[in-house]
């Protein structure tokens, strides 16, 4: 009998046997009871993976890996593996070492019994066991004093528990429970050890038994439902959030997480007050350090130094608040002078200064966001009076701190401040976007997101802010972070060959570490990493060695921070183990939260979870705008392929037997219809749910016709999955050959470039640099990120619900390519993508997969953590669970009816009236119906299921430009035209260019070219709509259609404008000949950046030879006055 564990007993006899034999080789051993509490900590972590569905004998991991894939499921919660590692630890030492101090297996019984707790609270179906005081097990005679003070505080605690109880009156079971657990403390001393001895020795011999129990475990886990899995999951969460621990066992973990970290850690042996003193060459954690009025947990020493003290308190308490202990800690604490740093102490206008540079504070709990106050390892540099503190998961090591004191942030400020940024050959927008991240960095925000539209070169901004950070000593050590191997290649490469200063590079000034280096050398300055590779490196690398401390990296740039946009990507072969982009999501914060870093984001898309995470953007650069100043190219208004099936759907009869191809076998299955069951697809289920070989075989030839291979240019071909794209490929080599011959169609013509194939880099760079392929296949792996100027084609055959993946997706053909004469780039639209996702706001909320089970929507709505949460997840519920009720069969609706006393309809409407807590007690009190709503009709066919095979034949209707949703050019003319004429004497933008032309400046024209732009107003499609319309294709640029519609102006081609305007000023007066080359050269550069202002002589050839203010000495000072000039004459009523 154990008062600690027998509430095991029945729910695990083998956890119980170890925990009892743990408890009795206390006062016989401490070596032994240590090694049975870990066996303990070992096997519970085995029958947890096994009543999760998880055990897998076969495996052959480690208890250390087996545990670690638990947590990464979410199965076991951080402070429960804690725990589980502090067990494991202790016990391996007894085991190796033959040592063990009964203070040590007191303290591993204690996490034990906090263990026990947990799982009873778990999978006990008892969620509000209380289990009364722990009673502490009868100390043998060698034991010291400390540990038998700790018992005896123990044996009060169970008399004042006994007292309480009296005292309130409890109930007879709780005063049963207290006089048992009293009874326990005298009933110890007579049991015979042999008895125990002999118990173990058959534990031993019992190993094929327990295996065989863990298997039958697992073997019923894999049949119970989903839903039964996620409750159990959000049970451990529960349990975890109840564990109490006491200061000692908090500090017992502590010393686990720094000793992980490289300090010398033991709150028992190494104390102050048992002589323990900082010593060269050691990073020592002593506990107890004496301080005016007391003493602080722990003093950190590197060497003779002190350079931390870190406060701890149970769970329960307030982590900041405890901080503010620390910090007093940090002033009056006991230190001789060689003990100090020598940069200290800093006064800032303190009474007591601070002594030493950081201050740590934790309650034990790990690092949680949405409980921060509560949980994570806070510190604080006091060095600096602005510094302000900051939440960790995890500990920094020695050197990391080392490594912080060498960083004069002051320093590096003033050194970024007094450097102009013409250096680095940047644009003026780039040049912009550096600075108002630099301005951020200095103002102390954390999280900085810039936007810049694709192809603008958000890879040359950040190696120029790279430079100029590590330059002036800003950072330390950059992390350039991507999500996939390409990406990082593709940063490497421009790393290896943007050159800085002089004719130097970037990789010949800093030292850069590659994709394949685990840890940076003490020598890297930058490292480019996937985020896969460091999710891998930190939740799941076992070797503390190889694994990035959270002062690895001070700085940390996002490349594509949008990712995680996807309704519609699938995860890639390097995101197994993620089980989806929830947990891809999850596992990408916990890497960002995991570094103590200033977090730069770049993106062209920034999607609503980008925005939470960085806030909003302190820079941003359109693509409108880019097009405007010449930097990307524009499209044409895109050709809409309408097929017969694409315009009617694809529609089969009662009866039919249909065709069924599972997503992830390939295997057909026929189904057959019953005779009152139809089924009806609309174009946004092409290529998803519904596949049709003739419509796929009319859009390839589509493409034959409208591309010809022998056309300047490259095309992508946007598909929906990996097995279309292989059918896309296919069926296009044969269009290409019917249409033009076998000889004129090589075999690599046509390729495809997904996750699947192999060596997708090199036929990237094969794609980019090389004639051939031609046209290429893709789903996701050339959505972000990489660039292929000569793209001047997308096809469109998969329909995306994500505006960001969408404007992902036509940002691979924004790039200019002079090479191949590159004005514009088309468009072709077989599933009515652009007009679907046209009209969208660039920043739009990443929506909940809508293939998510009901179980797991469910077990979000056990999890929301407020109000405003709980309405949300119950949104989703309900629009679940009201598609799932319309695809009931006649028997699952009679026995929802039976189980809830109401039909599925009744059941939603009336709850989706009700609060997200009385949705969820609906459901905990109805738990078949969510099994009948998701089960399987019989003799139907679900949309989950796979895709169905429509063998209906097509044939082409027509191609068409489009201008919107169904609008002709005229009707888009009109409606131009209404819009200039309504909003010229409103808008400041069409103010300048209508009324005062001569005073127009690039700013002005960027907001009128963003404002039409919001109305799918763009230069290309105006000119493509005039030109249809009037027979007549004019060059005219943004601001002469705007000056049509509101004037009346004829469309004269913006070129001869300028020719124009330059005749007209030269023989406005006597120019000197440098005077002349000047306004032929600002001629020249008005043809492709429109608008005379200052800022075109800031930039480019002008800027090398000394920008506005040294032309304008040229011209007397007069140059403002000559720009006001030209731009009068290209737009003034007499230019016409």
């Given at each position: 009998m154990?008062?600690?564990?027998?509430?095991?007993?029945?729910?695990?006899?083998e956890?119980?046997r170890?925990?009892?034999?743990?408890?009795?080789?206390f006062?016989?051993?401490?070596?032994t009871?240590?090694?049975?509490?870990?066996?303990f900590?070992e096997?519970?972590v085995?029958?947890i993976?096994?009543?999760?569905g998880?055990?897998?004998?076969?495996?052959?991991?480690?208890t250390?890996?087996?545990?670690r894939?638990?947590?990464a499921?979410?199965?076991?919660?951080?402070e429960?593996?804690?725990i589980?590692?502090?067990?494991?630890k202790?016990g391996?030492e007894a085991?190796?070492?033959?040592?063990?101090?009964?203070a040590?297996?007191l303290a591993?019984?204690k996490?034990?019994?906090?263990l026990?707790v947990w799982?009873r609270?778990?999978y006990?179906?008892?969620?509000?066991?209380k289990?009364g005081?722990?009673?502490?097990?009868?100390?043998?005679?060698?034991t010291?004093?400390?540990?038998?003070?700790?018992?005896?505080?123990l044996?009060?605690?169970v008399?004042?528990?006994e007292?309480?109880l009296?005292?309130?009156e409890?109930?007879?079971?709780?005063l049963?429970?207290a006089?048992?657990a009293?009874?326990?403390?005298?009933?110890q001393?007579?049991?015979?050890?042999?008895?125990?001895?002999?118990?173990a020795i058959?534990?031993?011999?019992?190993?094929a038994?327990?295996?065989?129990r863990l298997?039958?475990?697992?073997?019923?886990?894999?049949?119970?439902?989903?839903?039964?899995?996620l409750e159990?999951?959000?049970a451990?969460?529960?349990?975890?959030?109840?564990v109490?621990?006491?200061?000692?066992?908090t500090r017992?973990?502590?010393d686990?997480?720094l000793?992980?970290?490289?300090?010398e850690?033991?709150?028992?042996?190494?104390?102050?007050?048992?002589?323990?003193?900082?010593?060269?060459?050691?990073?020592?954690?002593?506990?107890?350090?004496?301080?005016?009025g007391?003493?602080?947990?722990?003093?950190?020493?590197?060497?003779?130094v002190c350079?931390?003290?870190?406060?701890?308190?149970?769970?329960s308490f307030?982590?900041?608040?405890?901080?503010?202990?620390a910090?007093r800690?940090?002033?009056?604490?006991?230190?001789?002078?060689?003990?100090q740093?020598?940069d200290?102490?800093?006064?800032?206008?303190?009474e007591?200064?601070?002594r030493v540079?950081f201050?740590?504070?934790t309650?034990?709990?790990?690092?949680?966001?949405?409980?921060l106050?509560?949980?994570g390892?806070?510190?604080?540099?006091?060095?600096?009076?602005?510094?302000h503190?900051?939440a960790?998961p995890?500990?920094f090591?020695?050197?990391d701190?080392?490594a912080?004191?060498?960083?004069d942030?002051?320093a590096?400020?003033?050194?970024?401040?007094?450097?102009?940024?013409?250096?680095?050959?940047?644009?003026?927008y780039?040049?912009?976007?550096?600075?108002?991240?630099?301005?951020?960095?200095?103002?102390?925000?954390r999280?900085?997101l810039?936007?810049?539209?694709?192809?603008?070169g958000k890879?040359r901004?950040?190696?120029?802010?790279?430079y100029?950070?590590l330059?002036?000593?800003?950072?330390?050590?950059?992390?350039?972070?991507?999500?996939r191997k390409?990406?990082?290649?593709?940063?490497?490469?421009a790393?290896?060959?943007t050159e800085i200063?002089?004719?130097l590079?970037f990789?010949?000034?800093?030292?850069?570490?590659?994709?394949?280096?685990k840890?940076p050398?003490?020598?890297?300055?930058?490292?480019v990493?996937t985020?896969?590779?460091l999710?891998?490196?930190?939740?799941?690398?076992p070797?503390?060695?190889?694994?990035?401390?959270?002062?690895?990296?001070?700085?940390?740039?996002v490349?594509?921070?949008?990712r995680?946009y996807?309704l519609?990507a699938e995860?890639?072969e390097?995101?197994?183990?993620?089980?989806?982009?929830?947990?891809?999501?999850s596992a990408?914060?916990?890497?960002l939260d995991y570094f103590?870093a200033?977090?730069i984001?770049?993106?062209?898309?920034?999607a609503?979870?980008?925005?939470?995470?960085?806030?909003?953007?302190?820079f941003?650069?359109?693509?409108?705008?880019?097009?405007?100043e010449?930097?990307?190219t524009?499209?044409?208004?895109p050709?809409?392929i309408?097929?017969?099936l694409?315009?009617?759907g694809?529609h089969?009869?009662?009866?039919?037997?249909?065709?069924?191809?599972?997503r992830k076998?390939g295997?057909i299955?026929l189904?057959?219809?019953?005779?009152?069951?139809?089924?009806?697809y609309?174009?946004?289920?092409?290529?998803?749910?519904?596949?049709s070989e003739?419509?796929?075989?009319?859009v390839?030839?589509?493409?034959?016709t409208?591309i010809?291979p022998d056309k300047?240019?490259?095309t992508l071909?946007?598909?929906?999955?990996?097995?279309h794209?292989?059918?896309i490929?296919?069926?296009?080599?044969?269009?290409?050959?019917?249409?033009?011959g076998?000889?004129?169609?090589?075999?690599i013509?046509?390729?495809?470039?997904?996750?699947?194939?192999?060596?997708?880099?090199e036929?990237?760079?094969?794609?980019?640099?090389?004639?051939?392929?031609?046209?290429?296949?893709?789903?996701?792996?050339?959505?972000?990120?990489?660039?292929?100027?000569?793209?001047?084609?997308?096809?469109?055959?998969?329909r995306?619900?994500?505006?960001?993946?969408?404007?992902?997706?036509?940002?691979?053909?924004?790039?200019?390519?002079?090479?191949?004469?590159?004005?514009?780039?088309r468009?072709f639209?077989?599933v009515?993508?652009?007009?679907?996702?046209q009209?969208?706001?660039?920043m739009h909320?990443?929506?909940v997969?809508?293939?998510?089970?009901?179980?797991?929507?469910?077990?979000?709505?056990?999890?929301?953590?407020?109000?405003?949460d709980r309405?949300?997840?119950?949104g989703?519920?309900i629009?679940?669970?009201r598609?799932?009720?319309?695809?009931?069969?006649?028997e699952s609706?009679e026995?929802?009816?039976?189980?809830t006393g109401?039909?599925?309809?009744?059941?939603?409407?009336?709850?989706?009236?009700r609060?997200?807590?009385?949705?969820?007690e609906?459901?905990k009190a109805?738990?078949?119906a969510?099994e009948?709503?998701?089960?399987?009709?019989?003799?139907t066919v679900r949309?989950n299921?796979?895709?169905?095979i429509?063998?209906?034949?097509?044939?082409l209707?027509?191609?068409?430009e489009m201008f919107?949703?169904?609008?002709?050019p005229e009707d888009?003319?009109?409606?131009f035209?209404?819009?200039v004429?309504?909003?010229?004497?409103?808008?400041?933008?069409?103010?300048?260019?209508?009324?005062r032309?001569?005073?127009?400046?690039?700013?002005?024209l960027?907001?009128l070219?963003g404002l039409l732009?919001?109305?799918?107003?763009?230069e290309?499609?105006?000119?493509a709509?005039?030109?249809?319309?009037r027979?007549?294709?004019?060059?005219?640029?943004?601001i002469?259609?705007?000056?049509?519609?509101?004037?009346?102006?004829?469309?004269?081609?913006?070129a001869?404008?300028?020719?124009?305007?330059?005749?007209?000023?030269?023989?406005?007066?006597a120019w000197?000949p440098?005077?002349?080359?000047?306004?032929?050269?600002?001629?020249?550069?008005l043809k492709d950046?429109p608008?005379a202002?200052p800022?075109?002589?800031?930039?480019?050839?002008?800027?090398?030879?000394?920008?506005?203010?040294?032309?304008?000495?040229?011209?007397d000072?007069?140059?403002?006055?000559?720009?006001h000039?030209?731009?009068?004459?290209i737009?003034?009523?007499s230019?016409a």
């Open positions: 154990s008062a600690n564990f027998d509430y095991l007993k029945e729910l695990s006899p956890l119980h170890l925990a009892v034999l743990a408890e009795r080789f006062a016989l051993d401490a070596n009871s240590l090694v049975k509490s870990r066996q900590g096997y519970m085995k029958e993976a096994a009543l999760s998880a055990y897998n004998p076969d495996r052959r991991e480690t250390f890996e087996l545990l894939r638990l947590r499921a979410q199965i076991v919660p951080r429960i593996g804690d589980f590692h502090a067990i494991r202790s391996n085991n190796h070492d033959f040592g063990g101090t009964p040590e297996a591993a019984l996490f034990c019994r906090t026990g799982y609270r778990t006990g179906s008892d969620p509000q066991f289990p005081p722990f009673v502490p097990p009868k100390p043998s005679k060698d010291d004093d400390s540990t038998r003070q700790e018992l005896d505080k044996r009060r605690q008399r004042e528990s007292e309480r009296r005292t309130l409890a109930s007879a079971e709780d049963a429970k006089r048992a009293a009874e326990e403390l005298a009933r001393a007579s049991e015979e050890s042999a008895v125990w001895e002999q118990t058959e534990l031993e011999a019992n190993h038994e327990l295996t065989r298997s039958e475990l697992q073997a019923t886990a894999e049949t119970v439902p989903e839903q039964q899995l159990l999951k959000q451990g969460f529960e349990a975890a959030s109840r109490e621990l006491d200061e000692q066992q017992l973990l502590i686990v997480q000793s992980e970290m490289g300090w850690a033991d709150s028992d042996a190494l104390r102050h007050s048992a002589g323990t003193r900082p010593e060269d060459g050691r990073a020592l954690a002593i506990a107890e350090w004496p301080c005016v007391g003493s602080v947990d722990y003093a950190l020493f590197v060497g003779m350079i931390g003290v870190v406060e701890a308190k149970r769970g307030d982590v900041p608040s405890t901080l503010v202990q910090e800690y940090a002033r009056t604490i006991l230190l001789a002078p060689e003990q740093h020598p200290g102490p800093w006064q800032h206008g303190l007591e200064p601070f540079p201050v740590f504070a309650n034990g709990r790990p690092f949680v966001r949405q409980w106050t509560k949980s390892i806070w510190y604080r540099d006091v060095r600096r009076e602005t510094n503190p900051v960790l995890q500990w090591s020695p050197n701190l080392v912080k004191l060498r960083t942030v002051d590096a400020v003033r050194g970024l401040a007094e450097e102009s940024l013409g250096k680095g050959k940047l644009r003026p780039q040049e912009d976007a550096v600075a108002a991240i630099e301005h951020a960095v200095e103002a102390g925000q999280q900085i810039i936007s810049m539209a694709t192809g603008t890879t901004t950040a190696i120029a802010l790279m100029r950070l330059k002036h000593k800003r950072f330390r050590r950059i992390l350039f972070l991507v999500d390409a990406l990082g290649k593709q940063a490497g490469d790393l290896e060959t200063e002089g004719l590079n990789a010949q000034i800093y030292k850069v570490a590659g994709l394949d280096k840890v050398e003490p020598e890297d300055q930058v490292q990493a985020v896969q590779s999710i891998a490196r930190i939740l799941n690398e070797d503390v060695s190889q694994r990035p401390t959270p002062g690895t990296f001070d700085c940390i740039i490349d594509e921070a949008h995680g996807t519609d995860l890639r390097s995101d197994i183990g993620l089980r989806n982009l929830e947990d891809y999501q990408y914060r916990q890497i103590d200033v977090k984001a770049l993106t062209a898309t920034p609503l979870h980008t925005r939470e995470i960085f806030g909003h953007p302190v941003h650069y359109g693509y409108r705008q880019a097009v405007v010449g930097y990307l524009d499209h044409l208004p050709r809409r309408t097929t017969a694409s315009e009617a694809i089969f009869e009662g009866g039919e037997e249909v065709e069924i191809v599972d076998t295997q299955d189904f057959a219809l019953p005779d009152d069951v139809s089924l009806d609309d174009l946004a289920d092409f290529n998803r749910r519904v596949y003739s419509f796929n075989r009319i390839c030839r589509a493409i034959a409208e010809p300047p240019g490259k071909i946007f598909a929906a999955r990996d097995t794209a292989d059918d490929v296919r069926l296009l080599v044969e269009e290409l050959q019917e249409e033009y076998t000889d004129a169609v090589p075999h013509m046509v390729a495809k470039i997904t996750g699947t194939i192999d060596k997708a880099d036929l990237i760079l094969r794609f980019k640099n090389d004639p051939l392929p031609k046209y290429v296949v893709t789903v996701d792996l050339l959505t972000t990120g990489i660039d292929v100027p000569a793209i001047s084609n997308l096809v469109f055959v998969r995306v619900k994500s505006r960001i993946l969408y404007d992902q997706m036509i940002g691979r053909a924004t790039r200019l390519c002079p090479e191949i004469g590159k004005e514009h780039f468009i639209d077989a009515d993508l652009y007009a679907e996702l009209e969208m706001t660039d909320p990443v929506v997969k809508p293939d998510i089970s009901l179980g797991q929507l469910v077990a979000d709505l056990g999890k929301a953590v407020d109000d405003e309405r949300w997840v119950a989703q519920v629009v679940r669970m598609a799932l009720g319309k695809g009931m069969d006649a609706r026995s929802f009816e039976r189980h109401e039909s599925p309809e009744d059941a939603v409407q009336r709850l989706a009236t609060s997200g807590i009385e949705l969820a609906w459901l109805h738990p078949r969510m009948l709503l998701e089960r399987r009709p019989s003799g949309a299921d796979g895709v169905v429509s063998t209906h034949e097509d044939e209707l027509r191609i068409e919107g949703k169904n609008t002709t888009y003319i009109s409606g035209e209404r819009f004429r309504e909003n010229m004497n409103q808008v400041p933008a069409l103010i300048a260019v209508t009324q032309p001569r005073d127009l400046t690039r700013k002005e960027s907001e070219a732009d919001e109305r799918n107003y763009s290309s499609m105006l000119r709509a005039y030109g249809k319309a027979n007549a294709d004019i060059a005219a640029h943004i002469g259609f705007v000056r049509q519609a509101a004037l009346g102006d004829p469309l004269v081609p913006y001869t404008r300028v020719e124009r305007a330059i005749l007209a000023i030269e023989k406005s007066r000197t440098k005077q002349k080359n000047w306004l032929r050269r600002i001629g020249r550069a950046k608008v202002d800022t075109l002589l800031d930039q480019g050839v002008f800027a090398d030879k000394g920008g506005f203010n040294r032309i304008s000495q040229e011209f000072g007069a140059l403002d006055d000559v720009l000039q030209f731009n009068e004459a737009w003034g009523p230019a």
